[in-house]
């Protein structure tokens, strides 16, 4: 069945450094691919979105890009802030037809010190 | 922005009770969704509901879970007999027609089964 894979954390960086977050996912026919962040205490927020290959969601200074040679979408930015402090999960959704169900990864938690 | 809103925040129930979540979709949403998550785990989807019916469910949503748009506002989802395993975090999300298109999801109610 499809499924998402994604790195393990916790992630430590310090502030202004470069962060990426690996996904690899695994389905059958074209997924929509997402990032969902979540901060302390708070529901799933929608971070950044791509529909197609090649696709470049962006966001917060948050990039992804649908690769489907690599079945992959790393989360990407060149510069963390403390407030970037949170759980990431990578997930997907299948095509048209489809109830849109979302499959998540296991979330990746950042900490960003000062 | 319209938000996903869910009631309470924080239930604790004795084993064997039942327990009802509440949520209320953004208003023009057609597609409304239930997940898990179990701490430490990745979020579980448990069932997709459209035009007053259930399009999809997952193998943890057997015949103790049930839910309900009892008046075109509220979603719900009924736990029977609650088990110990039942704890967790649950999220309603609700989005438009089509995986491409973003879920939405509520802030989650914390089950504490007893």
């Known amino acids: 069945g499809d499924s998402v894979t994604q790195m393990e954390g916790p992630v430590t960086l310090s502030e202004e450094a470069f962060l990426t977050i690996n996904c690899t996912y695994t389905?059958?026919?074209?997924?929509?691919l997402f990032w969902y962040v979540q901060y302390p205490g708070e529901g799933l927020q929608l971070l950044l979105k791509?529909?197609?290959?090649?696709d470049k969601g962006s966001n917060k200074g948050f990039e992804a890009t649908y690769r489907k040679e690599t079945t992959s979408f790393h989360l990407e930015k060149g510069s963390v802030q403390v407030s970037d402090s949170a759980v990431y999960f990578c997930a997907l959704a299948h095509g048209s037809g489809n109830t849109g169900k979302l499959i998540f990864g296991q979330g990746t938690t950042l900490q960003v010190k000062p | 922005e319209p938000e996903v809103t869910q009631t309470p925040s924080h239930q604790v129930t004795q084993m064997g009770q039942e327990v009802i979540l509440r949520c209320v979709p953004i208003s023009n949403h057609l597609y409304f969704y239930w997940y898990r998550q179990i701490l430490g785990q990745k979020v579980e989807f448990l069932v997709s509901?459209?035009?007053?019916?259930?399009?999809?469910k997952s193998e943890i949503f057997d015949d103790q879970f049930s839910v309900e748009r009892p008046d075109g506002s509220n979603f719900t989802l009924k736990i029977r007999s609650t088990k110990l395993e039942d704890s967790a975090m649950y999220f309603c999300?609700?989005?438009?027609?089509?995986?491409?298109?973003?879920?939405?999801f509520g802030d989650g109610t914390r089950l504490s089964i007893l």
């Open positions: 509901f459209y035009n007053n019916e259930i399009s999809e």
């Open positions: 999300a609700s989005g438009h027609r089509g995986s491409n298109q973003p879920q939405h």
């Open positions: 791509a529909t197609k290959a090649d």
């Open positions: 389905a059958t026919g074209y997924p929509s």
